[in-house]
């Protein structure tokens, strides 16, 4: 087996007592601030809630029996400072939370963009630190509640403390990473390496990858109700298969057709042009091109998101989508009524 390139930490070198009598306030309370809250607040660390007083949030906070002011308040109280508000209202915020940080404090982030796109320029002597699970927050709380744990990622862009690694280890014990592993890396390699997944792989290469398919099909004379299918629908069987097993046990668990078909013809999809173009969407991330632009996008108010993001909700696949997702929920619920007469009978 190959040995891995970076430090995997996991309980054991995490020290909780680096949070011993620290107050964390949570900026946020999304998906990702909820679970840092009550999974921090469950491990016993004293949590505050930072949101705008309009926000549709608090109350939510609130009913989960966490404290809640605004960003400022709950800062000026807080020994470390969460950034889980979105990446583009960070450098707002942080101008708010700015003057309540003292030496020795922790900003801490789940996403590197803010900071390694100099979007914030955080003050020193506060340790600067990173702890991102690697799944949606909901999972984070899940995980935690089950006693199992979330692997996350740890980056250290400023240690003025000369603690920041072993603070952030305790944050990341206190959420629940450590139970099953958090990897150490930079906030550069995190930001362009996320960035890069989700416009090459996972967010825009797998939604057009299913989209041409899905023309192509349709284009052809076969019916929308197959393309979708065949494209969109078991995508999910596949990714499962290679979740739990790799590349390789996707392709022992499908038919020998199929492998051979995949194996002979899926370079000549994904083919030099398409790595060539991937190369380019990389250097656009790690040159900044990709920021400008959508910190330019966001200054002028979304025009060109708002637009595309309409234009592929008008997308026929999305329809046809619709409509056979309703059936299938038909079916479901009268597979599973039936399960319940059956196991009722017996
Ligand atoms: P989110 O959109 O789910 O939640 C944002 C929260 O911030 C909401 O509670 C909202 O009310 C609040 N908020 C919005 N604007 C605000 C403002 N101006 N002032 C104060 N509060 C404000 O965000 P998220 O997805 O949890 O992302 C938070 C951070 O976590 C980001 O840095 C993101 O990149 C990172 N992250 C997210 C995920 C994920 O799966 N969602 C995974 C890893 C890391
Ligand atoms: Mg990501």
């Known amino acids: 087996m190959t040995e891995f390139t970076t430090e995997i930490y996991y309980d054991d070198d995490a020290d909780e007592s680096h949070l011993d009598g620290a107050t964390v306030a949570v900026l946020g309370y999304g998906s990702q601030g909820h679970a840092h809250a009550q999974n921090l607040a469950d491990s016993g660390v004293d949590v505050l809630v930072g949101l705008r007083e309009e926000s549709s949030s608090r109350a939510a906070a609130e009913a989960d029996g966490l404290e809640v002011g605004t960003a400022a308040e709950v800062a000026a109280r807080a020994d470390v400072v969460s950034m889980l508000v979105p990446d583009t209202a960070q450098p707002a915020v942080y101008a708010e939370v700015e003057p309540h940080l003292e030496p020795g404090n922790v900003l801490q982030f789940a996403h590197g963009f803010n900071i390694h796109y100099n979007q914030i320029d955080p003050v020193e002597g506060v340790d600067v630190t990173m ?33 920041a690694k072993a603070r952030a280890l305790a944050y990341a014990k206190a959420i629940g990473c450590t139970r099953a592993g958090v990897v150490e890396t930079t906030f550069r390699e995190e930001t362009e390496t996320d960035l890069f997944g989700e416009q090459a792989v996972l967010c825009g290469g797998i939604a057009e990858l299913i989209k041409a398919g899905y ?26 298969l290679m979740y739990e097993g790799g590349v390789g046990a996707m392709y022992d668990s499908v038919s020998d057709t199929a492998e051979y078909g995949g194996l002979t013809r899926g370079r000549e999809i994904i083919d030099d042009g398409v790595r060539e173009n991937m190369d380019e969407v990389l250097a656009e991330v790690q040159n900044g091109e990709f920021a400008r632009d959508w910190i330019a996008e966001n200054g002028a108010n979304r025009p060109v998101y708002t637009q595309l993001r309409q234009a592929e909700k008008d997308h026929e696949i999305e329809d046809v989508g619709a409509r056979l997702r309703e059936l299938f929920a038909w079916a479901e619920a009268e597979t599973e009524d039936e399960d319940r007469t059956r196991v009722q009978a017996d």
């Open 215 to 240: 023309e192509t099909l349709v284009d052809a004379g076969y019916s929308p109700e197959m393309a979708y299918f065949e494209c969109l629908n078991e995508m999910k069987l596949i990714v499962d």
């Open 131 to 163: 702890i991102a699970p690697k799944t949606p927050g909901h999972l984070l709380r899940r995980n935690y509640e089950n006693d199992e744990g979330t692997p996350g990622l740890l980056a250290v862009y400023q240690d003025a403390t000369g603690e």
